[in-house]
Structure formats: C-alpha cells, structure tokens
C-alpha cells in the first residue's frame, strides 16, 4: 500500500468526484439513460453521454464544440453553489420524450439529438423483428444521431431549460429571462431586469445554500407558460471578496444576508410567451422564503416559509390570475425541515409530502402516513402516476431506495447509501457501497420485485490508494455511530496510538455512512500515519429522526461537543491502544468550528485541533441557514454567543492551527481573519494558513495535496507536548 501517495491521488480526481456518473434522465420507456460523466478518474472535463441499447455514446465533449467565451458571473455562481468539481458540460435539460437535449459551455448555447439510434430497439422506425406490416403510422426514419449544434442567444447564457415539449429553451442572460426557439431560431425577452440588483429566472443565495432550490425558473407541461422568479437584492447587505495575492484584481461584490439582516425579495411571476406576467399572490411578509416550485399537470405547485422557518406552507397557484390555494401547512416549534422533492402530487393530485412525529420523519401521501415509524424520509426522487420513488433510513449508516404505491416496498439491497431515477417499468439504481460505485438499470422498477439488470452504466472514478478500514461501532448510552480507522500495521498489543478525531458532526451531513467516501480513505491515510482516528457523528447530523436533529436548537455546540468526547471515551474502552493522553481533532465547515471549540472548551479531552473553514461568529452566516437553528440575533444574543468559539478565545491553551480559503463566499474569511485576532488580543499563540484562491472546499492540486500534509506535520508536532498540564 502506497499511502504516500494518497495526497496526490486525492487532489488529482477532485477527491474521487471524476469518472462518476450524475445526473442521469431516463427516456419514458426507460430503454435510453442521459447522463453526465468525465472520461477518466483524473480528466476534468465533463462530458454528455447517452446509454443506449446497452452502450454508451458520447454526444457532446466541449473541446469538439469549437466556440469558446468568457463562462457569465451568474454562472461561474450557481458552479460554486453546486460544489461544481469538474468543467465542461457540467448540467444539461432534457425535454420529456428524451429526444433533445441542451446545454451551456463557455456561455454558448448548445442542442443535440438524443434520439434512439436508427434500428436500435428503442427506435420506432425500426420495422418490427416479425417481419410483418409496420401499419400506417410509421414516420421516415430519422438521420442519424448529428453533432450539437450551436442555439443562437441574445448573450451568454445561465441556466438553459428545455420546455417539456423540447421545441423552446429559456434561459438567463444580463438578468432577463429569454425563451429561444429551436426550430426558427427566433429569441423573445420574456422578462427584462429592471436594475442592476434584480434578476429574473435564478435563485438567490440563500435558495441554493440552504434550501435545495437551485432553479429560479420552471416550464409549464405543454410548454407555452413559465413561472419565473423575480428577485431583488437592493436590500440586502454587500460584502467584498478580494484575492490578497493579486492585489490587481478588483474585489469581487456579493450581496450576503448575514444573520438578522434582509433577505432578498423574491415575486414568483406567470409569464407567456408574448411576454405577459401575472405576479403569484400570497403574503409574502408572513412567508418570503419561496423553498419550492414546480409546474405539475394541475397546475404551479409553491412551497413557502416563514422568516423563523416554523411555519411552511403548500400553495396552489392559479396560472391565469396568479391567485393562490392553501393546501396544507406544517409546523414545527424549532423549524420545519426542507426535503428535496417535496412539495408533489399525484396523477390524482394527492399532495406529497412529509411530516414529522417525535422520533420519525413520514412521507405522507393524500395527508396519511405511508411509512413506518423508524423509517426516515430524506428525498422525493420522483412521483409518476400514484408511485413515489423515495429515499429513507431505518439505519443511519445506511440510505436506501424505496417506493410506494398501495404498497411500501425496498428496491435497494445491503449496507451503503443507495439513490436512483425511474421512468415507466425501468430504475436506475446508484449504489455507494464499502467496495464503490455502482449504477445499474433494472426493470420491473414501479415496486414491483424482483428487478432484472438490463444494463449498467460505467463508473470511471480512480481506485484509491488507500482503502478504509473500518470497524463501525455504536458507542454510549445513545448509541452513537462512529467509525474507527487503525493502521493497518498495528496489532493487538502493539504500542498506544495518538488520537485524531476527524467529525462534520452537524446538520448539513453525515461522515460515519456504509460508503467508500474520500473522507474514509483520508482517514485512512492518517491512520497509516501512525493515528487511530475516530469518526462520530453526534446529535444534530442527519438521518436519526427530528428529535435528533433538533437537539441543537439553540445552542449548536454543546451536545454535539459532549457527543465527539462520549465517542472518544467509548471507542477507547473498545480498543485499549487508544492514548487518551494525546488526542487531536480536525474539521472542515461546521466541523471546523467543532475542532475550535473542542480546544476551547474542552482543553483537557483535546490537545491540538486544526479548523477549516470554520464559522467562528454566527452572525456572519446567511439568514436561512443560521437563523433555523438559533432564531433572530437580535432576539436571541445569547443563543449565537454560545453557539460562536470566537467568545471562548481567550481560554486557548492547546495548539490551534486555522485555515481559510481566501476566495471563499459561502464562510467568508473574516470568520478565521476575526478568529484570529481575538486570539492575538488576548496573546493566545496559534498558526493561520490562508490558502489563496480557494473557495470554501479547496480543489486545486497544489492546495489539496499541500494542506494534508501540513496538518499531519501540524498534527504531529502538536501532540509531542500533550499531556502537559492545562
């Protein structure tokens, strides 16, 4: 085992993110997959593919397309948003019968064919294999597949969306949302910006960070109608993101609702084709969150929250006058959590969508459960017909595929976190296990067992150098999930081992999961350094129910806190050779700010902590997001004091190193630049390493390679002199 080079390999594949396949549309007799994918483990280039007839054709690869151009602000956006790791054709938009296909390179617009090949056995002109008549409605067949063809635009293009009838695509240019023609390659202005601060057709920030919203603009079903949001940012507060290394590049102006300040306006509008816009009614002022929208075959389906998330709402638009129907609201004490995929409804129009009991997330359907209690609801993937195709846990370490139709039935199988896609009797299967990836087309997909393979789809991504080892524990009286990683070269009885706690342990995601992630190899890779690391993911992380995860209403620190010392104390009870004398702890995000205050507040557990990233200040993050767990700072002071490791500055006695990219705009660098300066005010010694050019996860090789190998000197170093007194 070549552990060395585990840096390098990391950096290299965008930490295993190239070669998989993503985004993946099936045709609706499921006999055709669209999907994206790079062509290697290293190539950074993504490319379009089509599965067909159980191979695999490439249609569109950016350096075949010839026109390059300066990718739009907007975009360049949304890619970071979308924790874009590759370049190229990164989205695409299909129309419904999967036979076109567009998308934006450099800001050009693109079409392709993505028809069945011409006697492939998806192809309906194809005279039947009998012999016999084919009748009177065969069509000439069509030419073969042609290569993308450039779609004239008004400007660079954001976001394309083919209408589900593939004859038109709106997309964004300068703010204004545009509708191309296809066929007549004529271009209409939908909605023009009426300023600077106002877009039309895109998400603001808070929609793409916290809400899973990405969208800003949807199709009706027969094409004809959009509803289109219109957003104005003129009230909310401007920040400035420089590049200190190239001190001629002017800052970089981003308009971030910090805590306690002004959201956006958002206005959902219906427009037409000739450019006519009804405003979507409802009282924005008790709910300015538009979570949800979508156009279904009843018509605009919204979802909308209020400013202290307690309350979301399920509205029903009227797509003439824009007047809107109460379909359900939900409540919550602490908040109303957002799920992808909901709100939907049925063929029927039964509403779908999810409600919370004390211990259980439930999919419901028409207002009753349709899930067990123990069973946690995470995503709406699709709902075709009466059939939901759903995500769900009953295990935390485990995510897998479900379905309901009269029937409740598990279309996935073993430990590792499972999604997938369907269209009529097919399903595609993505199977994340301890051995890789998968991803394979089955029929018999809409509940019905057993599912036959009838294709799978290649998954380009890089073997790891280092493979995770993993003893997967319960640990304490809450039976916490942890991952326990030793080197592979140490035996029982062999010499104690340094410690390193390496948690996320918050509410945007889960670390300790039945899956070959990056972050289990990195682990590894310390492991081989000589560390035994621990991996507990504590109250507040997804997947154990609403209970668990509202813990950290309030206060985000101090169970998660008690939760990675618990787990500590648990997995050395399991394996003596852990030396609770020389403990580490590092995390990224929220698990950087976690590192922080484990040094801070529990200087006697731990004894070095790197913190990347980190939050040190509530109040500098977003509204949705911060506001969720900790209310209004104004009304709640108290609340983000406890929550931010900035106050605790002064009680540092153990080794602090902290990281910030300096391009970041998600956790701005004034978190880390502030954090240190509280600790310089108040003489506590500590390491800052800016990384120059990053953004909130570094992906240059230089930045990824580099900043592993720093920790491990840092780690080692630290950890000489624990034990000595506090």
């Known amino acids: 085992m070549d552990t060395n080079r585990l840096p390098h390999q990391l950096a290299r594949t965008r930490r295993f993110t190239l070669g998989v396949p993503r985004a993946f549309t099936l045709s609706p007799d499921g006999r055709r997959v669209l999907f994206l994918r790079t062509r290697g483990g290293e190539d950074r280039t993504s490319c379009l593919w089509l599965l067909d007839g159980g191979r695999e054709r490439l249609l569109a690869a950016p350096e075949t397309l010839g026109v390059a151009g300066p990718v739009p602000e907007a975009e360049l956006v949304r890619r970071e948003r979308a924790r874009e790791t590759a370049a190229g054709v990164v989205a695409y938009s299909a129309d419904a019968a999967l036979r076109t296909a567009v998308f934006a390179v450099d800001g050009a617009l693109w079409a392709v064919d993505v028809s069945p090949e011409p006697g492939s056995t998806d192809d309906p002109h194809t005279p039947p294999v009998d012999g ?96 289109a949001a219109r957003v104005d940012t003129s009230a909310v507060r401007r920040w400035w993101v420089a590049d200190p290394a190239d001190p001629a590049r002017p800052p970089r102006e981003i308009a971030y609702p910090a805590a306690g300040t002004a959201n956006a306006e958002v206005i959902l509008h219906l427009l037409d084709l000739e450019g006519r816009a009804v405003e979507v009614d409802w009282d924005r002022t008790a709910h300015e969150y538009v979570t949800a929208a979508g156009w279904d075959a009843h018509g605009p389906l ?273 394996c003596p050779a852990l030396d609770l004398g020389r403990v580490a702890i590092r995390g990224w995000s929220y698990g950087g700010t976690l590192a922080a205050a484990a040094v801070l507040r529990r200087p006697e557990v731990f004894h070095a902590a790197v913190s990347g990233a980190a939050p040190s200040d509530q109040r500098l993050y977003d509204t949705h997001w911060r506001e969720r767990f900790l209310g209004h700072p104004d009304e709640h002071p108290d609340d983000y004091d406890r929550s931010s490791p900035i106050g605790d500055a002064a009680r540092l006695r153990r080794p602090l190193l902290l990281v910030h990219g300096l391009a970041d705009d998600n956790v701005v660098p004034a978190h880390t630049l502030r954090m240190s300066a509280a600790l310089l005010a108040a003489g506590r010694p500590h390491q800052v390493l800016p990384l120059s050019g990053a953004t909130h996860m570094p992906t240059s090789e230089a930045a990824v390679e580099g900043l592993l190998r720093f920790q491990l000197d840092f780690l080692r170093d630290a950890l000489k002199s624990a034990g000595q007194p506090v």
């Open 132 to 227: 016999s008549d084919p009748g009177p409605t065969a069509t000439p067949r069509p030419e073969p597949t042609a290569a993308p063809r450039l779609v004239p635009t008004a400007g660079p293009v954001t976001d394309p969306r083919l209408d589900p009838t593939g004859r038109r695509v709106a997309y964004v240019t300068g703010g204004a949302l545009h509708v191309a023609d296809l066929a007549g390659g004529g271009d209409r202005l939908l909605a023009v910006s009426e300023g600077e601060n106002i877009t039309w057709g895109l998400a603001e920030h808070v929609a793409a960070e916290s809400m899973h919203r990405t969208r800003g603009h949807w199709w009706s079903p027969d094409g004809t109608r959009l509803l």
């Open 302 to 574: 919204i979802g909308v929250q209020s400013r202290d998330q307690r309350s979301l709402r399920v509205l029903a638009a009227d797509p003439d006058t824009g007047r809107t129907t109460l379909l359900h609201e939900q409540r919550d004490a602490a908040w109303v959590e957002l799920i992808p995929g909901t709100p939907a409804r049925t063929a029927s129009g039964s509403l779908v969508h999810t409600a919370d009991t004390a211990t259980t997330r439930r999919l419901l359907v028409d207002g009753r459960p349709v899930t067990p209690e123990g069973l946690q609801v995470r995503e709406v993937l699709d709902v075709s017909g009466e059939s939901v195709l759903f995500t769900a846990s009953d295990e935390p370490t485990e995510t897998h595929l479900w379905a309901y139709e009269r029937n409740l039935v598990r279309l996935s199988d073993g430990p590792g976190v499972h999604t997938g896609a369907r269209a009529g009797d097919a399903l595609l299967i993505s199977a994340h296990t301890e051995r890789g990836r998968a991803f394979t087309v089955t029929r018999q997909g809409r509940a019905v067992a057993p599912l036959t393979t009838v294709a799978t789809v290649a998954s380009l991504d890089a073997e790891p150098v280092v493979a995770p080892r993993v003893t997967w524990l319960r640990v304490g009286e809450r039976e916490i999930r942890t991952a326990l990683l030793l080197p592979s070269w140490h035996g029982p009885g062999g010499d104690p081992l340094p410690v390193l706690m390496a948690p996320y342990g918050g509410p945007a995601g889960q670390l300790v999961v039945r899956a070959r992630h990056w972050f289990l190899c990195e682990a590894q890779w310390f492991a081989e350094a000589g560390f035994a690391v621990v991996i507990a993911d504590g109250r507040g992380t997804p997947g154990r129910g609403p209970a668990w995860e509202k813990t950290v209403h309030r206060d985000t620190l101090s169970a998660p806190l008690a939760d990675q010392v618990a787990a500590l104390h648990a997995a050395a009870e399991h």
